[in-house]
């Protein structure tokens, strides 16, 4: 809870990932893949409960195991690869609110973003919850310092390349001239329920940008991506002190 309003943590895992089968269980460091969200989740003191939805009993039980509540399964159509995320999280918070329980903040946390921390979630809902009137909804971004859109370029059929951004390769701007630039990094979302139900999306022009650390913008597609995080996680200690 902030300030007297209450937080519901949701965290998807459906069953029918295709790209890297049973991906959202699979272990990584030790742990399920889902369980790393449920741990950032129940080690903010802000956030009230903290939900896994899925599609799968299997996925449940594991989530039960790691302290998440999953008070009920998610529909089949609710679960394709087609279905929009939106319509699962309207109709977990729908469902829990016809229970009795009601949240003024929704924070969606994807186990696919595993390095999101207790810290972020709570930073993340106290720069909203500060921002009052002017703002309804947070997602996390990351800058883009390594790769820049303005050194973005183009292939023809014949393999050559063009800027995409500038006239010619001799108008490209220096590095240090450039406008800091961010990308939305998956870590988190977080939004005022009523606002979601009617904008059915966390990303709006009243959205405030929740900058993450630069090694959490790691997102799990493949088993490239699971090494790479595995690495991050194995010299955590050693990358927040360098930072």
Aim: aromatic share 6%; hydrophobic share 45%; glycine share 6%.
């Amino acid at each position: 809870m902030i300030n007297g309003k209450r937080v519901l943590a949701l965290i998807p895992a459906r069953a029918g990932s295709k790209g890297l089968p049973n991906k959202n269980i699979r272990m990584l460091h030790g742990k399920p893949l889902l369980a790393w969200p449920v741990a950032a989740a129940r080690g903010c003191g802000l956030v009230d409960d903290v939900m896994v939805s899925t599609d799968s009993a299997e996925y449940a039980e594991i989530a039960r195991e790691h302290g998440a509540d999953v008070p009920f399964l998610r529909p089949a159509e609710l679960a394709s690869d087609t279905a929009p995320s939106i319509d699962f999280i309207l109709h977990a918070l729908d469902t829990l609110a016809a229970s009795g329980r009601a949240y003024h903040y929704v924070v969606l946390l994807e186990p696919t973003s595993p390095l999101t921390e207790s810290g972020d979630i709570a930073a993340a809902l106290a720069q909203l919850d500060a921002a009052g009137d002017a703002a309804d909804a947070v997602v996390g971004v990351t800058r883009m310092e390594t790769v820049h859109p303005a050194y973005c370029v183009t292939r023809s059929d014949r393999g050559l390349i063009a800027p995409h951004g500038s006239a010619s390769f001799d108008t490209l701007p220096r590095r240090q001239d450039l406008e800091p630039v961010y990308a939305l990094d998956g870590t988190l979302y977080i939004s005022r329920t009523e606002v979601l139900h009617e904008k059915r999306s966390f990303c709006h022009s009243r959205t405030l940008g929740y900058v993450s650390a630069h090694h959490k913008h790691f997102e799990v597609d493949d088993l490239v991506d699971f090494i790479c995080i595995e690495a991050v996680m194995t010299n955590l200690e050693a990358i927040n002190r360098a930072r």
